[in-house]
T-cell receptor, first 112, second 115 residues
């Protein structure tokens, strides 16, 4: 059974720091991996999607990488801002199923 | 608006009552998903439709839960005889496949509180 882990569960940093958020998974036979952002009481906003054949994707200050052999993905946030404060979730799909399997998320607080 | 829309945003109900939630996907998306999220957890998959066909169901979807997508457009999720353990955020997502890539887009969710 696929398990997705995000450690730490929470992180508090001062504004301007470059951040690395970690996501690990137990079964490397994945199809896509997606990073989401969730603000309190709201739905999920898709940030980046990496296909299994890709190594990384970039959007603005965000860069996501994927290493299937080690069962890891990282989300890099450059020059963090207070507006980046949210919970970040990673999720993946596997062949034969359309469902996303989520980690529990990491709550990020960026202090001004 | 071209996003996924869910209604209502909040629902408070008494234990034992039935509730129904609606999801309107992005118009060109043929796939629709329901997830449930409890506090401090990631969303858990409930069920998935491709057009009007329900193709996958989680064991979490007990016989008190039923989902429909009658015309392959909007979907409803009904919970019968609600229990306090049903209190959660119910999230709907939709997707289509383009260039071999399937990316899911989520709505704002329906927060259910069973008292």
């Amino acid at each position: 059974k696929q398990e997705v882990t995000q450690i730490p569960a929470a992180l508090s940093v001062p504004e301007g720091e470059n951040l690395v958020l970690n996501c690990s998974f137990t079964d490397s036979a994945i199809y896509n991996l997606q990073w989401f952002r969730q603000d309190p009481g709201k739905g999920l906003t898709s940030l980046l999607l990496i296909q299994s054949s890709q190594r990384e994707q970039t959007s603005g200050r965000l860069n996501a990488s994927l290493d299937k052999s080690s069962g890891r993905s990282t989300l890099y946030i450059a020059a963090s801002q207070p507006g980046d404060s949210a919970t970040y979730l990673c999720a993946l799909t596997q062949g034969g199923s359309e469902k996303l399997v989520f980690g529990k998320g990491m709550k990020l607080t960026v202090n001004p | 608006d071209t996003g996924v829309s869910q209604d209502p945003r909040h629902k408070i109900t008494k234990r034992g009552q039935n509730v129904t939630f609606r999801c309107d996907p992005i118009s060109e998306h043929n796939r629709l998903y329901w997830y449930r999220q409890t506090l401090g957890q990631g969303p858990e998959f409930l069920t998935y439709f491709q057009n009007e066909a329900q193709l996958e169901k989680s064991r979490l979807l007990s016989d008190r839960f039923s989902a429909e997508r009658p015309k392959g457009s909007f979907s409803t999720l009904e919970i019968q005889r609600t229990e306090q353990g049903d209190s959660a955020m119910y999230l709907c997502a939709s997707s289509s496949t383009s260039g071999g890539v399937t990316e899911a887009f989520f709505g704002q969710g329906t927060r259910l509180t069973v008292v």
